[in-house]
């Protein structure tokens, strides 16, 4: 044969296979999912007898060898009858093997549920697996058998923060490689919000994120090991060794409305780890920092319990409680500071305080000491493979949270705050104990490793049986994940009272309500300034926009703390503006009672900015938020029926009482620039 016949020979019968059509080698099914398994290495995955998307898995060891299920060999291919924590079902395991890797595939589908639980598995026949990179879930190029959203050119991928440092923001953008969302997102059609979540569950090992494909147009891959400039990380994410390493379990749901998808996704990452259980009421009260930063003396910390209790009548529970809160301040005179503690609970409120155990400036390293020793925290800065002091993060160095001098610094840390009788605890910093690292215990490989010994560690300590009494612990600078320490996870970073202060506290409520009542017990959309910010360094603030703060605090689910001087030191003006200001926004019981539900509002849609209309079903009530973004005055409005409103009814304003009927469907505000209303519906 000629060499020329014989290469377009070679060529064609390439190009048929090219063309073939990939088989179904089997099927499997339970509930409303289903899973078929192509010739071609990948998976696709039925809701409801609807094609949705395919996908395929890879991985890769520290040596460099990879292994992808579109090109390695399928060894076997099972089904197994399936019972966990989501429950009972069947699972579908499929082997493939290359170049001594073994990439086990399972995934997952249950009785009476609608989704893909999809995990993998590699093992490396030639020595120990040792591996940061565990690719679960990576879709394939769509075509029109598939879901159209996944060839349209306007999708959406909601990023999901790491962390609430640096003021970092939730997006929602179209595709392009690179962009990267951590633990969870959702890929959807912004104009009817169908789409595609997917999520972790396991935030025990990896640091996770699903990301477009750089290499892989329209694809989006999850993947355990994500560690880059987002989550801090300066060193590549650890690697975990052993006989067979496990990525994280990822839930692959599609959802006619990913707002509700989000909130299903919250809901079964507490089925593998619970929430922290809460058994008190929304918390509402005082916290000292942007009212004061380092200025707090203890009789501000006195005067602002008095006005709560004597001038704020309504701001409270419904058993009357307030939390009055020392935020990030020093304070020495402890024997006044327990009397008043005292008297704070003599009169049905709180106390409470704040410790930041996983950081240290550098500088006073050598002073600031390990809590109830008298060793330097020097000695616990977390160090590289090198012996070199990791980088200070937001000003701070990391402390070791593996080190057995941490643990002793943390719960004496800890203890001084419980023997002090304080029902509240604010954790800052603790992304810092999430870094990649080389770590004093050598058996903590991994960023997220370390922060879940931290963590159980300060949940012990704080726990009903240590303490003889439930502490509220709110979560400051954190990580989404893991969430097992906190009744609340402040949304957002260093929050103030001006109207970008709102807009950018609205952006965390817009993509992460369903965080609260799932993961966290509330929201906490930070303290609320109404009046004036020592730390913010702006002028005073508008009623206006003090008017749009309190209403963003009403419905985000919701840590309630207000933070402005109301004396008795400092600016007199400001003092005397801000106890009046304060009286007129936050004696409003109607106000109060929506703040109460801890329910978080819903966004109205979710366009690629933040939403300014937010809504809420509760025990049969409607309620709505709307927002003016703008300095100008603005009508804003929405359709009733988009929110399952009644086409005609009675409106009444919770803000200033007024009243009135609708008819044609459309529920509006007329709203001064940066203005909002809260709105009962009936």
């Not at 060499?3 to 099914?29: Q, Y």
């Not at 990380?233 to 650890?238: A, F, N, S």
């Not at 009055?324 to 709180?350: P, S, W």
Request: hydrophobic share 35%; proline share 4%.
């Amino acid at each position: 044969m000629e060499p020329e016949k014989k290469e377009r020979d070679l060529l064609a019968e390439l190009f048929k296979k090219l063309r073939k059509p990939a088989e179904v080698l089997s099927r499997a099914e339970a509930g409303s999912a289903a899973c078929e398994m192509l010739d071609n290495g990948s998976f696709v995955y039925y809701r409801n007898g609807e094609k949705i998307i395919g996908a395929h898995s890879s991985a890769r060891v520290k040596d460099g060898r990879r292994i992808d299920t579109r090109t390695a060999a399928r060894t076997g291919t099972e089904v197994r009858e399936q019972a966990d924590c989501f429950g009972s079902g069947k699972t579908v395991v499929n082997t493939f093997e290359d170049e001594g890797l073994i990439l086990t595939q399972y995934i997952s589908m249950y009785e009476g549920e609608d989704f893909l639980n999809v995990q993998i598995s590699l093992k490396d026949r030639f020595k120990l697996t040792e591996t940061n990179y565990l690719s679960a879930y990576e879709t394939i190029y769509p075509d029109w058998s598939y879901k159209p959203l996944f060839l349209s050119l306007d999708q959406k991928m909601l990023l999901t923060p790491f962390d609430n440092d640096m003021w970092v923001r939730y997006e929602s953008t179209p595709p392009r490689p690179g962009r990267t969302s951590y633990d969870v997102t959702a890929i959807y059609d912004e104009h009817t919000n169908e789409g595609l979540v997917i999520g972790a569950v396991d935030f025990d090992t990896w640091k996770n994120a699903i990301q477009w494909s750089f290499c892989d147009a329209r694809c989006v891959v999850a993947f355990s090991g994500a560690a880059d400039a987002a989550t801090h990380d300066t060193l590549p994410h650890g690697y975990i060794t052993g006989e067979e390493v496990f990525s994280a379990r990822f839930i692959v749901k599609w959802s006619p409305d990913v707002r509700d998808g989000m909130k299903e996704y919250g809901r079964l990452c507490t089925k593998v780890m619970p929430a922290r259980p809460w058994h008190g009421k929304v918390p509402f009260g005082w916290n000292s920092y942007s009212a004061l930063a380092g200025m707090f003396q203890l009789s501000h910390w006195k005067a602002a319990g008095d006005f709560i209790h004597d001038e704020l009548t309504e701001f409270c529970d419904e058993d009357g409680v307030t939390f009055i809160n020392i935020d990030a301040a020093r304070i020495e005179e402890m024997d006044e500071l327990r009397a008043y503690v005292d008297t704070l609970h003599a009169r049905g409120q709180k106390a409470g305080w704040y410790c930041g155990p996983c950081i240290s400036h550098r500088a006073f390293g050598q002073f600031a000491k390990v809590a109830g020793t008298d060793i330097p925290l020097s000695e616990i800065f977390l160090k590289d493979f090198d012996g070199r002091i990791m980088p200070a993060m937001d000003s701070s160095v990391p402390l070791d949270v593996t080190h057995p001098l941490w643990e002793v610094h943390a719960r004496n840390t800890i203890k001084r705050l419980v023997d002090l009788n304080v029902d509240y605890i604010k954790i800052d910093f603790l992304s810092h104990a999430c870094v990649e690292s080389n770590f004093y215990n050598k058996d903590i490989k991994t960023g997220r490793q370390a922060i879940n010994l931290a963590y159980r560690i300060m949940s012990d300590e704080m726990s009903v049986e240590n303490c003889g009494r439930e502490i509220f612990v709110d979560l400051s600078i954190a990580p989404i994940f893991p969430y097992f320490l906190g009744h609340a996870r402040r949304s957002c970073c260093d929050t103030f009272g001006h109207y970008d202060d709102t807009r950018y506290a609205l952006n965390a409520l817009n993509f992460g309500f369903w965080e609260c009542g799932t993961i966290y017990r509330f929201g906490d959309p930070d303290h609320c300034a109404l009046y004036h910010s020592k730390v913010d360094g702006r002028p005073v603030t508008t009623e206006i926009e003090a008017k749009s703060r309190f209403n963003l605090s009403v419905i985000a689910g919701t840590v309630l703390l207000l933070s402005d001087n109301f004396g008795p030191v400092g600016d007199e003006s400001i003092i005397q503006g801000a106890r009046e200001r304060v009286k007129r926004l936050v004696n409003n019981k109607d106000l109060i009672e929506v703040a109460r539900f801890g329910e978080a509002f819903v966004p109205l849609y979710l366009k690629s900015d933040t939403t300014n209309i937010y809504t809420l079903k509760h025990d049969g009530r409607f309620f709505a938020a709307l927002f003016n973004f703008e300095p100008d005055r603005q009508t804003v409005g929405f359709p009733a029926s988009l929110a399952g409103f009644p086409e005609k009814g009675h409106i009444r304003c919770l803000n200033c009482g007024r009243e009135f009927d609708y008819k044609d469907g459309l529920i509006s505000a007329d709203l001064e620039g940066y203005d909002s209303v809260i709105y009962e519906i009936s």
